[in-house]
């Protein structure tokens, strides 16, 4: 009798790597406008479809086509447009400030700005959102004033948050946006729980959650999952699959032989898997899992096909893991130029009007930075005084933290 083959394991790898031409293919993208828009009762098994096909609002010429074309006027849309101009702006500005050490680190949120920017502007402000440290565009869309988050990233003395918080890494609850954690995936049953406590006390405002492709293989997703199906709690799950978790490609977390969206379906939960560049399918995604989850119909499960364009942070080189001009060849192509095209089509812009936004929202960032760096930056060896350390951890202080504090003099 033959010896059976020895058994082996199969290590996921990308499409592309430096040096190479990325097949997009393993993307399974569908035309614009052709994926059925269900009732927003539908089941969550009667999702499944739509877990393994990709809604698409704008074709390749820029106009809305099929059913999932969003009710949303054209001020919204030119709203949306800033917002997502803002973010990039801010993001360039940043990038450059990290690289004259007034900051630690800085994560751009490049490529992805449509996701939080639309999504924002679908939900209301009062709803909230437990972001990852790459929806920036979720502030800008809510006019979030530049100086206190600029302040925070440097963690000088305006900062909101006293320095104790990693830059990028916002608390600011007037704005529904949830304290970011640097441990991945607690925001996702954070968010099912705020939920669940939401429809307890009556309520009428739901959660949205938020995490990156790779963070989905963390325990605390499903787990997540998990209590949104059985309580069937008030919370759009996001899923940002824009292709990279550091250099670790998305089919290391499993998004090779499936889609991420497939596992809302697997677990209980309607689910749908978007274009994350096209504003206006995000848009209507939001609105319809929105109204899901406000009508006591359950949670909804978001994938959101996109692309990280730049580093995952100031400390990332991508040339060392994939193609260099990757981003360029992405079949979604750019989510701003994108509604450019749109609202150009609809005659509601201009290429003299993007210019002039563009240059308008420059000099607000760069007003808004001077502003902050009036205050300090690690650039000028600016330090917190270490009494601050001693404050905001109990309401009476323990004698051996007072002892402590005598000892420093302070």
């Known amino acids: 009798m033959p010896h059976p083959e020895p058994l082996r394991l199969h290590v996921p790898e990308p499409t592309g790597r430096p040096g190479q031409t990325t097949d997009f293919s393993y993307l399974r993208l569908s035309p614009a406008g052709e994926v059925r828009r269900p009732p927003v009762d539908v089941t969550p098994v009667d999702t499944r479809d739509m877990a393994y096909s990709l809604i698409r609002v704008l074709d390749e010429q ?5 059913p999932w074309v969003p009710d949303i006027n054209i001020e919204t849309l030119r709203a949306g447009m800033r917002a997502m101009m803002k973010t990039r702006v801010f993001d360039s500005r940043m990038l450059i400030a990290q690289r004259q050490k007034k900051m630690s680190f800085y994560m751009q949120s490049l490529g992805e700005e449509a996701i939080g920017a639309a999504q924002a502007m679908a939900l209301n402000r009062d709803d909230m959102c437990f972001p990852t440290y790459r929806q920036q565009s979720i502030l800008m869309a809510r006019d979030v004033p530049l100086h206190g988050l600029i302040c925070q990233l ?5 900062d909101p948050l006293k320095g104790r918080q990693l830059p990028v890494m916002y608390s600011i609850r007037e704005a529904g946006f949830f304290s970011i954690s640097g441990n991945l995936a607690t925001q996702y049953i954070q968010a099912v729980g705020w939920a669940m406590a939401s429809a307890i006390k009556n309520d009428t405002k739901i959660a949205s959650a938020w995490i990156g492709d790779g963070a989905t293989a963390e325990a605390d997703f499903d787990t997540a999952l998990t209590f949104a199906h059985v309580y069937h709690a008030p919370v759009i799950l996001n899923v940002v699959n824009n292709q990279w978790a550091i250099s670790t490609f998305q089919a290391i977390a499993g998004g090779e032989n499936t889609t991420f969206a497939a596992r809302g379906v697997g677990c209980g939960i309607a689910a749908l898997r978007v274009d994350g560049n096209d504003f206006l399918a995000v848009y209507a995604a939001s609105k319809w899992a929105a109204e899901r989850a406000r009508s006591n119909l359950g949670p909804t499960l978001i994938e959101w096909v996109t692309y ?62 001077k502003e902050a760096e009036k205050f300090g930056s690690l650039a000028d060896n600016h330090v917190f005084s270490p009494a601050e350390m001693f404050e905001d951890i109990y309401e009476h202080m323990p004698e051996h933290l007072r002892q402590q504090r005598q000892q420093l003099g302070i």
Request: charged share 25%; proline share 7%.
């Open 62 to 66: 820029g106009d809305a086509v099929g």
């Open 154 to 158: 440097m963690s000088n003395e305006g």
């Open 308 to 369: 990280r364009a730049g580093p995952h942070s100031t400390s990332d080189d991508p040339s060392k893991y994939r193609p260099l001009d990757d981003a360029t060849h992405f079949p979604l192509g750019d989510p701003i130029a994108r509604l450019k095209q749109y609202l150009i089509n609809q005659g509601a812009w201009s290429e003299q009007e993007h210019e002039d936004t563009q240059k308008e929202l420059e000099a607000m960032v760069i007003a808004a930075q």
